[in-house]
C-alpha cells in the first residue's frame, strides 16, 4: 500500500541561502519592499554553446523560494496585500534578488543604480513560476540573468 505523508511532497532541506528580494513599485511616490528570505536555494552557473554562426555565453541563475510556514508567504501580482503585514513577498519580471543581506533601497536613483553590473551577487528576475500542491501554493521558482564580476 502507497502512503503518503502529510503536506508538499518536496524536501525543502536544501534550500539554505539567505536572499534579499527587491519589488519596486512605480507611482507617484517610489517605493522598494525589500524581504530577507532565510531558507532559499540560489543556484548561480554560467553557460556557454557555440552554432554555426557564433559562441554564446548566458549568466543565469535558477532561484527556489519555499512559502509558508516559517518562510514568508507569497502574495500574487494585482493581489492586495496587506501592508501591515510583513510575513509575504512577491516576485514579477524586472525585480532583482541579492544573495545575501542586501540594503534599503529608497529612492528611484538608488534603484537606478542597483544593477547587476554595478552590484555583485545581484540579478535581475527574467521569469516566475508558482509551484502548487493541493491549491496551495508550496514554492515559487525563478530564473534571473546575472553579471559576472572579474
Not at 88 to 95: I, K, N, Q, T, V
Not at 103 to 108: E, V
Amino acid at each position: 500500500m502507497l502512503r503518503l505523508r502529510e503536506g508538499a511532497p518536496l524536501d525543502y532541506g536544501f534550500c539554505r541561502d539567505v536572499v534579499t528580494l527587491y519589488h519596486p513599485v512605480f507611482g507617484e511616490a517610489f517605493a522598494c519592499r525589500r524581504v530577507v528570505f532565510r531558507g532559499a536555494y540560489m543556484d548561480l552557473r554560467e553557460t556557454a554553446g557555440t552554432d554555426a554562426v557564433e559562441t554564446k555565453s548566458e549568466r543565469r541563475c535558477f532561484l527556489l523560494l519555499p512559502c509558508g510556514g516559517e518562510r514568508p508567504r507569497w502574495s500574487p501580482p494585482g493581489e492586495a496585500a496587506l501592508l501591515e503585514d510583513e510575513d509575504w513577498f512577491r516576485l514579477e519580471p524586472g525585480d532583482r534578488v541579492l544573495l545575501g543581506e542586501g540594503p534599503q533601497i529608497g529612492t528611484r536613483e538608488e534603484w537606478r543604480r542597483f544593477v547587476p553590473a554595478q552590484v555583485p551577487g545581484l540579478a535581475a528576475v527574467r521569469e516566475v513560476a508558482v509551484k502548487r500542491w493541493q491549491g496551495k501554493e508550496c514554492h515559487v521558482e525563478a530564473q534571473t540573468e546575472w553579471y559576472k564580476h572579474w
